[in-house]
Each structure stands twice: as C-alpha cells, then as structure tokens.
C-alpha cells in the first residue's frame, strides 16, 4: 500500500516536497517513480529510480525536481524546486515490486499560482 501527501497551492517559484510512504510486506522494490496528471491530459512520468540506481526525469523537471528514498522509512521523496504554473496536477507514486507488481499511491494534489 502507498500513501502520497505533501501536496498544496504554492506560487510560482516556490517549493515543495512530496513523500510517498510504502507499508505492508513485499518482495523488494525494482523501482519507485512518481508520475502526474494535470486536467484534461493523460498521466505522464516524471521521475523513477531504480534500486541502487540514480533518478531519471522527464525533460520538463530535469534539474528542478529530486526523486529520492529513505530506505528505513520505506518512503520516497520528489523535491520540487522553482515550480511552475505548468507543474500543476494531481501527482502519483508507483512502485513495482521485484515480481512486477505494481502499486500506485492516491494521488496528492499540487497547485501553482502564478
């Protein structure tokens, strides 16, 4: 199970971070991801990491958004910097397991004014 939150209404510019905490047994992660889906346009990937690996982002938040983990907490982190009024939508975590399994959090809602 994965539970997103961090999510709110921040002005261009401004920051945030988003954490995505992962709960119940399971057979390891292959990867975490957080993806987005802003009205009217299908749900897009913004970044991933793989276990062990580094992240890889969309081009659109390459060196504004950091997707990060904390093992022991069993959470992942997308950090987003200098964001802007396009960045806004309704923002998702993934996980697949090892197996292939794939989970998805709630979705957190992120709003930027300009």
């Known amino acids: 199970q994965l539970q997103a939150f961090g999510g709110g209404l921040v002005q261009a510019g401004d920051s945030l971070r988003l954490s995505c905490v992962a709960s119940g047994r399971g057979d390891g992660i292959r990867t975490l991801a957080w993806y987005r889906q802003a009205p009217g346009k299908e749900r897009e990937l913004v970044a991933m990491i793989a276990r062990g690996g580094l992240g890889n982002y969309a081009d659109a938040v390459r060196d504004r958004f950091t997707i990060s983990t904390d093992i022991r907490k069993n959470t992942a982190y997308l950090q987003m910097n200098s964001l802007e009024s396009e960045d806004k939508a309704v923002y998702y975590c993934?996980?697949?397991?090892?197996?292939?399994?794939?989970?998805w959090g709630q979705g957190t809602q992120v709003t930027v004014s300009i």
């Open positions: 993934n996980l697949v397991t090892m197996a292939g399994i794939s989970y």
